[in-house]
């Protein structure tokens, strides 16, 4: 009897056409993100699994409709797909935003309903996030709080390739331990790792306890959990010939080249692709690998010589590399697919295109996918007949080392974009996000996600602009036509300055304060100071009174390198007189800069090391170590004898006051010494001493704390009432 309902039940449903399910484990995925995000308004929303698109270059798709009984319902193939309606939802008919650091979800009261329904289909296979080096500038101290919270961004922005390195040492550790080869000497310290995986370096401020090892491995197995349970395929690493020092000890005789130092750390060790051991340590790591993480998703990252020139030039030898690393893969998983960082091509002049070629050939056409890294600004696709015919995803990577201020190629990105997806038709593959740092200048990265579902370039985009400035404030919902217009104003004006970058500098303009102090500053690392659009008009704008703290910071910095350019001429003058005053005008600058940054979590040093401090298990030896790998990653990053680097430099309270201020201290001191005794700048004894206050405030154990002091707003205005008026 049962049966027969059950059979009849089912043919109605057929007979209706009903391919809808409410019941898929995807529409609990759904709803525990509106728990999360929305927690009162989960009533409003009903989820509904539809069948995936069956159009020629469709992948994923979504609806969105309101029920005659005025509810929002949400259909989607996926979680993911449910997700990024979801977010088209909140994005454009409710003016509200999910942003790093801060959301506006005020949803207008009653909810929005939604007039015709809608459909949209996704052309884009893959949508790739992060760059092996966020996992060192970004999530590296990250909580499983904290990452649950990434993953919902990623989900509500369409992403399903996100790379996905956490953890990976524990298995490492393990595959070696069976080879019996020690990892003494092998890996970095936690911040350091993104450049030991890549084979940049070894042992640099390492070593990694145990307890980092395993809490490390469970936090990957939440995020890879979590990361399915919407639809995405993470992107797990594979073995790319990097080998301990040590390895001789049990392999006398296998094939190890020592690589050429990168920067000035030491050469790392590479194993000979046609040593056996190559496809014993690969093929023993990818198995434990996904035996730990509950299988695999087919997709899989190497990148052998990422700024690592090859030992050898011969096309045969880079072949075999090549097939050496597919192949371990291959052998662990048939349907394996090898995704490559395209970096090294767009950089390196090593690699000529036989030689590029033979690398990409020996792997099957079907089972790689090059990132075309920077494509924003160096397109690689371009250059090698799109990859020798190979897929590619198109992705920008904006951000360099978290180095901060405002910066972006929105009008760039919108064209060369669309440019390539109409050109390269047969090889394209996807849009990513490559960043090698989140959590600055938002606007870029919602600009790219939100071409994943659209088919033609913006036409106008000062009014996608707008846009954003509505759901960024929740504009049209609460606040009066004179707000909206004013912050539509300040963000067009933004677009038309910091964000309409036309050079092609390396991420945003430095901050001269966070230089090593000399006589001839002219960068960060490789941050330009030279401002490329009109500082002056941002200054004089109405937009201060909207302003947030990185303009802030922005306008103080582009300040400070005024008087900078006068503590040059007065010295060069030798007017000691302006020189002093000068001296302490940039002084004043930077405490105002300290006050500004104390006002927000987000730009304390204290938050920074607090967080990667908790990794210590309570084990205080641990913590301090934690603490200067912390410090040292967005400080000077590289070792004392080749000077600070400030690659990775960040406008923190705590950094401001505590290194740079000192070092323009000590600076200031052997100027005036110079000027006063009307001798040369003694350059060997200032690096000594700053040299010497790095390391010292690296390795010293003062606290900081994560407890903003003020508000925002309220420094902001002092501090333009004093500089600007
Ligand atoms: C292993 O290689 C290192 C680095 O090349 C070398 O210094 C060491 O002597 C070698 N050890 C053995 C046992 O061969
Ligand atoms: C492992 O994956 C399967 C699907 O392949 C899933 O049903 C199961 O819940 C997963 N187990 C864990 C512990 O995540
Ligand atoms: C961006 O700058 C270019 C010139 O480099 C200019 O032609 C274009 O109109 C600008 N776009 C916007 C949106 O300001
Ligand atoms: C300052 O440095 C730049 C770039 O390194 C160089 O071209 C210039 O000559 C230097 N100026 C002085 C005054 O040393």
């Not at 979680?79 to 999910?98: E, I, P, R, T």
């Not at 090059?370 to 696709?381: F, G, I, K, Q, R």
Request: proline share 5%.
């Amino acid at each position: 009897m049962i049966k027969q309902v059950f059979i009849v039940a089912l043919l109605i449903s057929i007979a209706l056409g009903v391919s809808v399910h409410v019941n898929d484990p995807s529409v609990d995925v759904a709803k525990g993100l509106v728990f999360r995000l929305l927690p009162d308004h989960v009533n409003i929303f009903k989820f509904e699994v539809i069948p995936p698109p069956s159009g020629e270059k469709e992948y994923d798709v979504y609806e969105l409709e309101t029920s005659t009984d005025g509810l929002i319902i949400i259909r989607g193939n996926n979680a993911g797909s449910m997700a990024a309606a979801l977010n088209h939802y909140l994005k454009y008919h409710c003016f509200c935003q999910v942003s790093w650091g801060a959301d506006n979800l005020d949803i207008p009261k009653p909810h929005p309903k939604i007039k015709e329904k809608i459909r949209v289909t996704t052309i884009h296979k893959h949508r790739y996030y992060m760059n092996t080096c966020t996992h060192g500038y970004s999530t590296v101290w990250w909580d499983w709080k904290r990452w649950e919270r990434e993953i919902d961004w990623m989900a509500l922005n369409s992403i399903n390739a996100p790379l996905m390195f956490t953890g990976q040492e524990k298995i490492w550790q393990e595959t070696y331990d069976e080879l019996k080869i020690s990892t003494k000497g092998f890996f970095s310290g936690p911040a350091f790792l993104p450049w030991n995986r890549m084979g940049n370096l070894i042992g640099w401020a390492g070593p990694l306890s145990s307890h980092w090892l395993s809490t490390q491995l469970d936090l990957a197995k939440q995020i890879v959990k979590r990361e399915r349970e919407f639809g995405m395929k993470p992107i797990l690493p594979a073995f790319n010939g990097y080998v301990p020092p040590r390895l001789n000890e049990t392999y006398p005789s296998a094939k190890v080249v020592q690589m050429k130092q990168w920067g000035a750390f030491p050469g790392t060790y590479f194993l000979d692709p046609l040593d056996p051991l190559f496809q014993r340590i690969g093929v023993t790591f990818l198995s434990k690998l996904s035996q730990a993480l509950n299988g695999t998703d087919h997709l899989y990252n190497a990148d052998p010589f990422n700024e690592m020139t090859p030992p050898s030039k011969e096309e045969q030898y880079l072949s075999k590399v090549s097939s050496s690393i597919y192949s371990s893969m291959y052998q662990v998983d048939s349907h394996a697919t090898w995704i490559m960082q395209a970096w090294f091509l767009a950089v390196d002049d090593f690699w000529k295109p036989p030689v590029a070629r033979a690398l990409l050939n020996a792997v099957p056409r079907d089972n790689l996918i090059m990132l075309d890294l920077y494509a924003e600004v160096s397109p690689v696709w371009t250059e090698t007949s799109e990859f020798y015919d190979h897929h590619f995803i198109w992705c920008m990577l904006h951000n360099f080392g978290g180095r901060p201020g405002l910066y972006g190629k929105l009008p760039d990105v919108n064209k060369m974009l669309f440019k390539s997806i109409s050109t390269a038709k047969n090889t394209m593959s996807g849009i990513g996000l490559s960043m090698e740092a989140i959590e600055n200048n938002p606007i870029a990265y919602d600009f790219v996600t939100d071409m994943t579902w659209r088919r033609e370039q913006v036409a106008d985009m000062n009014e996608w602009v707008n846009d954003y400035a509505d759901r960024r404030y929740g504009l049209p919902n609460k606040k009066s036509n004179d707000d909206v217009a004013l912050a539509r104003e300040a963000w067009r004006l933004l677009l038309s300055g910091p964000y309409n970058c036309s050079t092609d500098q390396m991420g945003a303009s430095g901050s001269v304060v966070a230089a090593t102090p000399g006589l001839n500053i002219t960068g960060v690392s490789f941050a330009p100071l030279f401002i490329y659009y009109d500082v002056k008009s941002h200054l004089e704008s109405r937009l201060i009174n909207m302003i947030w703290l990185i303009v802030g910071m922005q306008c103080l910095s582009a300040l400070a390198l005024d008087v900078y350019k006068n503590i040059q001429s007065s010295f060069a003058s030798k007017n000691v007189e302006l020189f002093r005053k000068e001296s302490e005008k940039l002084k004043r600058i930077m405490f105002d800069m300290e006050k500004l940054a104390s006002t927000n979590k987000n730009f304390m040093l204290g938050t920074w090391t607090s967080s990667a401090k908790k990794w210590a298990g309570g084990d205080e030896l641990e913590k301090s170590h934690l603490e200067s790998n912390a410090r040292l990653l967005v400080t000077t990053w590289n070792s004392p004898k080749w000077g600070a680097w400030e690659y990775a430099y960040r406008m923190w309270s705590g950094i401001i006051m505590d290194l740079y201020v000192p070092r323009w201290d000590i600076f200031f001191d052997e100027c005036e010494e110079a000027l006063v005794n009307n001798v040369p700048f003694d350059k060997e004894r200032f690096n000594n001493r700053v040299t010497r206050n790095d390391w010292a405030w690296v390795y010293s154990d003062w606290e900081y704390t994560d407890q903003e002091t003020g508000d925002t707003l309220e420094v902001i205005k002092q501090i333009y009432d004093y500089y600007f008026y």
